[in-house]
């Protein structure tokens, strides 16, 4: 594992675009630090300081910052589609294989990368998220089960992480072509939402549609972490809060990661099939 994963990185640290963009995917979750201090001022007329709202107190900070970094993956996941495009493009793949590589190795190679990026960003939002928290918390509630209460969002991020890139990998290896396959990717994206609409709105109801769809690829990662911003909105309203709910389920965690080994078993297939 160790050897494949080193193999990995130096194909991807050499390559000058990769690097910046894998820096940059490390640097902009820590963009919301900078948020926790921002004053917005509304025409002169009031100003909100969103250090002083409990947004960024626990629990809520947990499901806060994972909701919000989790936009930054997108960075990754031209690095992901282009280990494959770049493999074909300049030959390394074949060389690969003359050099004693299989193919399962290959495929091995590159998500053994995935899981080790996918690792340690989520590592560092945890840092990062309770950082934030201890800082902006009442002292009085730091203790134990308050920091971690709502901390299972880690787990859902991480595993948001893991089955996206592993999605951009089995698309990079269908179309090999980089710009191509973040093509596909978002055309994916924008068919699934309108089968969605379509089944939500004339076809069905929004409980069949929520049912039939939590199995699909985009929409079972968007289930992992809800979007936060009612429960923002009703930070103040505990009641409202609790009517709704915004936790991370083990079923929905299990979706994505059987996801994960469809794409990575798709992956390997195509490959084994395809003469290089």
């Not at 950082?131 to 203790?143: E, K, N, R, W």
């Not at 909105?233 to 990661?257: C, G, K, R, S």
Request: glycine fraction near 2%.
């Amino acid at each position: 594992m160790l050897r494949l994963l080193q193999i990995e990185f130096q194909k991807l640290w050499l390559n000058r675009t990769s690097r910046i963009l894998i820096y940059i995917s490390f640097v902009f979750p820590l963009s919301i630090l900078i948020l926790s201090s921002i004053k917005i001022n509304f025409f002169g007329l009031f100003t909100i300081d969103l250090s002083e709202t409990q947004i960024f107190e626990f629990p809520y900070i947990w499901h806060i910052t994972t909701f919000f970094i989790a936009f930054f993956k997108f960075f990754f996941a031209i690095v992901v589609v282009s280990m494959i495009g770049n493999e074909y493009s300049n030959r390394t793949l074949k060389q690969n294989l003359i050099d004693g590589m299989s193919k399962k190795d290959v495929i091995l190679s590159k998500f053994y990368f995935i899981l080790a990026y996918s690792l340690v960003v989520t590592a560092l939002v945890f840092v990062i998220t309770l950082f934030l928290g201890i800082m902006h918390s009442p002292s009085a509630d730091l203790y134990f089960d308050t920091i971690f209460n709502g901390s299972e969002f880690i787990l859902g991020y991480f595993a948001k992480l893991l089955t996206f890139f592993s999605l951009c990998l089995f698309v990079g290896v269908l179309i090999k072509r980089s710009a191509f396959s973040l093509g596909f990717l978002f055309i994916l994206y924008i068919a699934e939402m309108i089968f969605y609409a379509l089944t939500k709105f004339e076809w069905a109801n929004e409980e069949t549609a929520n049912t039939i769809f939590q199995f699909m690829p985009y929409t079972s990662l968007w289930n992992l972490i809800d979007q936060p911003v009612i429960r923002m909105a009703n930070v103040n309203n505990p009641t409202e809060i609790m009517a709704t709910d915004y936790a991370v389920h083990w079923y929905e965690i299990v979706i994505a990661l059987s996801w994960t080994a469809i794409y990575i078993f798709l992956s390997y297939r195509l490959l084994k099939k395809r003469d290089l």
